[in-house]
């Protein structure tokens, strides 16, 4: 197999457009269908795998067999898919030997688990440099209000907003903020900053408060420098699973 | 005692049985007269998804309890609305295999799978099946792979199995067919493989093909000036979902499908008849008595296929035979259903395509609404205000139930390019879903469409609903939630969550004097009734 270039990709979004954006979403955000911007793709650990995938389908999930694709043409598809999940590493602003320093000093790891290690309040950020660019990673510690994340897996669901700030009132006056876990009309599942689930039958509360717009992490805005900032994203940048 | 006589004896003993197995079309004429069976997929011709049963009830339905489960074979997306007959349910399960369960115990009696070519084209759903019809003592089913298949109701025995059409070019069938005096209706799935619609009528006892109606008129054919050049053999407009009958008319009313391809309309310039329309057929020879198109020259994707619901009401000053649809594109529409005359048109969604219904019934569409190349927001999304999932009419509170869907897309125009048994649809969207998006039970006057009340759901609903004579409303929810909601105020009175997302419709049917609920969720088919 050739190696994935700029053109493939191109030629790759085409096919993809005519063939696959009715259930996967234009740019692969899901629809119908699953969402495949992700870094790894479940059913296709690798690239031999999604290209078995495109050519025969799944059939019980309601992906189409394709049977009319050259190799060449598969290929691109491929190439297309692939680099929807995969940010691109960025130049090399900051330094990240010292972000990683300023990771550890500035607390990061009692709410983000990394490689294993770390509080799990937060999201984890093991493979964070793949599914995310460098805007994106300093908007969230900068302003992580405005960037809280859209879930691509099934819980909560695709699409709805994840570590979503909720506050409750119980029928017998107790208060209790956390992150939504997941939500139905009926009920809903939150985790307080102790990290306790609380699940709640939405009739028996007195309030229930969606707080968009506000996020349970603090900004670091104004906390630190820019080349801190710089720091801290090429951190960031560099984590990228096992990859 | 001669042969005569013993013969005489002998059909005196099994005549009670066998008129109690045997579904005429006027039993299921007549379905309102026999609650505790569901002989057809809305319950009754009329599409009502009505059930007469008072069982269940406002004051005791918070009792309810499931009965039984029975778990699919086969993983994939479970979408069937069962049928119930003299105590036995006929399911499907993905992608084409019916089951016969025991109603009382759901064990199941036999199971049918007809064996599906590994190269099946299924292009436009998952391959799923929403369910069988019965007449007689038959079982009929469609296929993914084409085909409609007669099953003996008492073994699953194949009785025929004819092609419908040509899965190579994309055909294929999800829908359960329409079970008439003498005549079994199809329609046919495929128009994102670029098909050319049909609805077919077949012989119940031979498996011959009586009639093909085309949803896309060939040249010369009435309607054919609507299409550009060869555009109509890749025209789309299937009809795949199943319709309703009137028997007093002699009239069957069936939806129709988006246009091919589905984004991109500029090489099929005109209205594209019979896409996104209603049509009013005679069962006997096929042939179109009106047509009425909901959304001319379709560049969303909004099929017409939802389910044509039949009831007579007062309209100023006298009675008319109505016939509603709930569309896609998120307008509540009511018809005369003798002559197809455009009463009126309600948005029951936001939508944002519009600027109104003129006085025809034709929508007059608001600029810069059409896909492009770099995506236009417009609402309702792809999958529409209402898809496939049933509606459902109550006769007591002449309320139209329907599970709305509040979402819109960012639709985009792509390059058509027509290859045989490929997807053909020129475009795509970006879903605006998450917490950007939800759904509702609304109930809307059937008459005026104006809201009643809605019950808000957090996502877009995929379920059907059922109202029954007990004064309730069952719906569900893509988190898996099956509920029942007071038919004249949308309260809820009961919930349960199934573990898995609804994408299915709820039925009712009663078995020893009891009435039970039934709704498929995840990959399992649920009925709960009071302890």
């Known amino acids: 197999m050739h190696a994935q270039n700029a053109a493939d990709v191109e030629q790759g979004k085409k096919l993809f457009e005519g063939m696959c954006a009715r259930c996967h979403g234009v740019d692969g955000t899901g629809d119908e269908g699953p969402a495949l911007n992700h870094p790894t793709l479940t059913r296709a650990p690798d690239d031999e795998a999604l290209r078995t995938i495109i050519r025969d389908g799944i059939q019980d999930r309601g992906m189409p067999r394709v049977r009319r694709l050259t190799d060449t043409e598969i290929s691109h598809l491929v190439a297309y898919v692939r680099s929807l999940g995969r940010a691109a590493r960025p130049a090399a602003v900051g330094n990240a030997e010292k972000g990683r320093a300023l990771y550890d000093r500035l607390g990061c790891a009692s709410c983000h688990i990394v490689k294993g290690s770390g509080g799990s309040f937060g999201p984890e950020l093991t493979e964070v440099g793949l599914t995310r660019g460098p805007a994106y990673l300093r908007q969230s510690f900068l302003g992580p209000a405005e960037a809280l994340p859209r879930g691509v897996s099934p819980v909560p669901g695709r699409g709805f907003t994840e570590y979503l700030p909720v506050r409750v009132v119980t029928s017998d006056e107790r208060e209790i903020t956390g992150v939504r876990i997941n939500e139905d009309p009926f009920t809903i599942q939150l985790r307080d900053s102790a990290n306790r689930f609380h699940s709640f039958r939405k009739s028996e509360l007195k309030l229930l408060d969606k707080e968009f717009g506000k996020s349970l992490m603090p900004s670091f805005r104004g906390r630190i420098s820019d080349s801190d900032s710089d720091d801290l994203v090429a951190y960031l940048s560099s984590l990228r699973g096992g990859q | ?531």
């Open chain 2, 1 to 531: 005692m001669n042969v005569v006589k013993l013969a005489a004896v002998v059909l005196v003993v099994l005549a009670p049985l066998n008129a109690a197995a045997q579904v005429t079309s006027d039993r299921i004429a007549r379905a309102e007269s026999e609650p505790a069976n569901w002989l057809t997929y809305s319950g009754n011709y009329q599409a009502h998804r009505f059930s007469p049963l008072t069982g269940i009830t406002r004051d005791n339905v918070a009792q309810l309890k499931p009965a039984w489960i029975y778990q699919v074979r086969r993983t994939g997306i479970v979408e069937t609305s069962p049928i119930v007959v003299d105590g036995v349910m006929y399911v499907t399960e993905p992608p084409s295999t019916v089951t016969a369960l025991d109603v009382r115990t759901g064990r199941p009696l036999w199971t049918y799978s007809p064996t599906i070519p590994t190269d099946v084209i299924v292009i436009g759903s998952p391959p799923v099946n929403r369910g069988v019809a019965i007449l007689g003592n038959t079982v009929f089913v469609g296929t993914v792979h084409g085909h409609l298949i007669a099953l003996d109701a008492k073994s699953g025995a194949v009785r025929w199995d004819t092609v419908v059409d040509d899965n190579k070019f994309g055909y294929y069938l999800t829908s359960a067919p329409l079970a008439l005096d003498g005549r079994i209706i199809v329609g046919v799935s495929g128009a994102e493989a670029g098909i050319r619609g049909f609805l077919d009528a077949y012989d119940p006892a031979t498996g011959k093909r009586v009639w093909r109606t085309h949803t896309v008129p060939a040249p010369g054919e009435p309607g054919s000036e609507t299409w550009k050049g060869d555009s109509w053999k890749t025209g789309g407009g299937s009809a795949w979902l199943t319709g309703a009958y009137d028997p007093a008319l002699n009239l069957v009313y069936w939806g129709t499908g988006n246009p091919g391809p589905d984004w991109n309309g500029d090489l099929r310039q005109g209205d594209n008849l019979y896409t996104c329309s209603l049509i009013a057929l005679n069962p006997v020879d096929g042939k179109i008595k009106w047509h009425f198109q909901f959304t001319p020259h379709d560049i969303h994707d909004w099929d017409s296929n939802e389910i044509p619901v039949l009831f007579d009401a007062p309209l100023n000053g006298r009675t008319r035979k109505l016939v509603a649809m709930a569309n896609r594109n998120a307008f509540y529409y009511v018809l005369d259903r003798e002559t197809g005359e455009f009463l009126s048109a309600t948005p029951y969604a936001k939508q944002t395509w519009a600027e109104r219904i003129d006085a025809k019934g034709r929508p007059i569409r608001r600029p810069a609404t059409e896909p492009s190349l770099e995506g236009t927001l417009v609402f309702p999304n792809i999958q529409g205000a209402s898809n496939w999932p049933s509606p459902s009419y109550s006769p007591k509170t002449q309320l139209f139930y329907q599970a709305a869907r509040e979402m819109g897309t960012y639709f985009f125009k792509g390059e058509p390019q027509y290859k045989p048994g490929e997807p053909f649809m020129a475009g795509g969207g970006r879903a605006v879903n998450g917490d950007d998006a939800w759904g509702a039970i609304r109930a809307l006057d059937a008459t005026t469409g104006k809201l009643k009340w809605e019950f808000k759901l957090i996502s877009p609903p995929m379920s059907g609903v059922l109202s029954t004579a007990g004064g309730l409303v069952f719906g569900g929810t893509d988190e898996g939630n099956f509920f029942a909601l007071d038919a004249e105020t949308g309260k809820p009175l009961w919930d349960l969550q199934l573990g898995g997302a609804i994408r299915a419709n709820p039925m009712s049917f009663a078995v020893d004097g009891k009435q039970y609920v039934s709704i498929a969720a995840g990959y399992s088919i649920f009925v709960f009734g009071l302890p």
